[in-house]
């Protein structure tokens, strides 16, 4: 049972434009939300959070919003860069322990 | 954050032989992990490795498979027992804070012939 889901497995937007990364998850007990960022040949790099009492959270060009109605996250990064070209993961935290989605890969074309 | 090394970065190991994947973090944590991520596959959680005691197991993943060894607060090991090609993975340890981020190190790439 995949309880965290990344139904786009690429996505492909042009430098300066918008990125929307979606994720949705099925339990609704999970009550911390992160957004991980992997290039090849290295380990996840963590780049935002959200806790599930909260709609939304922002840091610099990467905000996450969360839709705890529809069981849904997304991440916007705004201006999208060639350098945020990797694969996006979504997570899901609950009992100390985080699910992942299966990760969604971004390239940005200059 | 702290600053996680893993050793090897990568091998190639015949079926039937084991690895151990070491880990070592720059500071004192209380919270370590291993993954595992298959072929085009998520991230799974193998185990949460314990200081001082046996590590806790998710479903699927058992100690006689996986033993971990967690000697003190800022080192692991992470075997992986008598190797199949179903365990060509990568194998990925991470630490742990209150709010649920977690630092990963760099990965080991194994891979079974």
Not at chain 1, 77 to 100: N, T
Not at chain 2, 43 to 55: D, K, P
């Amino acid at each position: 049972d995949q309880q965290v889901k990344q139904n786009s497995p690429s996505l492909s937007v042009q430098e300066g434009r918008i990125s929307i990364l979606n994720c949705d998850y099925t339990n609704s007990m999970f009550d911390y939300f992160l957004w991980y960022k992997k290039y090849p040949a290295e380990g996840p790099t963590f780049l935002i959070s959200i806790s599930s009492i909260k709609d939304k959270n922002e840091d610099g060009r990467f905000t996450v919003f969360l839709n705890k109605s529809a069981k849904h996250l997304s991440l916007h990064i705004v201006p999208s860069q060639p350098g945020d070209s990797a694969v996006y993961f979504c997570a899901a935290g609950r009992g100390g322990k985080l699910i992942f989605g299966q990760g969604t890969e971004l390239s940005v074309k200059p | 954050s702290a600053v996680i090394s893993q050793k090897p970065s990568r091998d190639i190991c015949q079926r039937g032989t084991s690895l151990t994947i070491q880990c070592q973090v720059d500071s004192q944590v209380t919270m370590m992990f291993w993954y595992r991520q298959q072929p085009g596959q998520s991230l799974t959680l193998i185990a949460t490795a314990n200081q001082g005691s046996e590590a806790t197991y998710e479903s699927g993943f058992v100690i006689d498979k996986f033993p971990i060894s967690r000697p003190n607060l800022t080192f692991s090991t992470l075997t992986v027992s008598n190797l199949s090609p179903e365990d060509s993975s990568i194998y990925l340890c991470s630490v742990g804070q209150v709010t649920y981020e977690q630092y990963f190190g760099p990965g080991t790439r194994l891979t079974v012939t």
